[in-house]
């Protein structure tokens, strides 16, 4: 992502496309000085490349506004319902990206979220910035990483900031798991950096994990916090969902307590659920359908 990325330059629009439809923007921010790695701007400063990818991002959302607010126009001076709140609405976000806010830190009313949806709008993706410190620099004196969170980079505005060592993450991807975890030990880190991105990405995102187990395989499930069993179940098969009969449910502590299924059922501790049961993190489930 370079500067005149909005208007064509590196790989301009077609990364712009790419990135609309994902949930969530990692932003990756050099935060290591090596002579053998070189910069595309000559010098080593992650406020400046984030405030450049952020410009981007903003200058791409205000041509998409532009060319909407184009097309609701005519429908207003047409007197069509609806197309009078709507320009408002995009003059709203006009103004506030103009004024050098990103969407994301808008409070939407309600009625507007199908709009905002709708635009598939850049800068109103939650983002993770991921600092990538180099081998030394994982401890919080490095000056660069220092510079981000003096900024209040990663504070609120559903945006979380991580700190990697890609190099390191290299290493670590070529040991076996008991070298793994005795480098870890050394470094006196509890998670790789690639755990890091993944928490952090869940927590920007809200999301939780479920599992299903059987005699063949077990599985992770991936739902927003507040997902109900249906839902849930539609998550592995749409079947499921239409069909959804009840949820037998246990919790991942509990789980851990009885170390089998057979055994969670003996003791009495699997749950029955109905439609309106909403999903924890950690869950066990079985779902029982009929279609």
Same mark, same amino acid.
């Given at each position: &992502? ?22 969530? *923007? ?14 595309? &701007? ?78 598939? $709008? ?15 620099? &994982? ?65 920007? $995102? ?50 851990? $307590?009885?170390?089998? &299924? ?21 869950? $066990? ?5 009929? *279609?």
């Amino acid at each position: &992502m370079v500067r005149g990325a909005s208007q064509g330059e590196g790989l301009g629009n077609r990364f712009l496309a790419q990135i609309r439809d994902v949930d969530a *923007v990692a932003q990756v921010l050099r935060c290591f000085e090596d002579p053998d790695v070189t910069h595309v &701007m000559g010098t080593v400063d992650p406020l400046r490349d984030m405030e450049v990818v952020e410009t981007e991002l903003a200058l791409a959302d205000l041509e998409t506004l532009d060319r909407r607010r184009e097309k609701v126009e005519k429908k207003a001076r047409s007197g069509e319902k609806g197309a009078k709140r709507e320009l408002d609405f995009l003059d709203l976000l006009h103004g506030h990206l103009s004024g050098g806010e990103p969407i994301r830190a808008l409070r939407v009313p309600p009625e507007n979220l199908p709009i905002l949806l709708d635009l598939g $709008l850049l800068t109103a993706k939650p983002v993770l910035y991921v600092a990538n410190v180099g081998e030394a620099g &994982m401890g919080d004196e490095l000056p660069e990483f220092r510079r981000l969170t003096e900024a209040g980079i990663g504070e609120g505005g559903r945006s979380a900031l991580v700190k990697v060592s890609s190099r390191i993450e290299a290493e670590l991807a070529l040991l076996d798991p008991v070298e793994r975890e005795e480098f870890l030990l050394e470094l006196g880190w509890r998670k790789t950096g690639l755990e890091r991105v993944i928490r952090g990405g869940y927590e920007l $995102l809200d999301l939780i994990t479920f599992f299903t187990s059987n005699e063949k395989e077990s599985r992770a499930w991936t739902v927003p916090r507040g997902t109900r069993a249906p839902e849930a179940a539609g998550k592995i098969h749409t079947d499921f969902q239409r069909g959804f009969i009840r949820a037998e449910t246990i919790g991942f502590r509990e789980f851990e $307590l009885a170390r089998s &299924m057979r055994a969670a059922r003996e003791q009495g501790i699997i749950r029955s659920e109905g439609r309106d049961y909403v999903v924890e993190d950690g869950d $066990l489930i079985f779902f029982r359908f009929n *279609v």
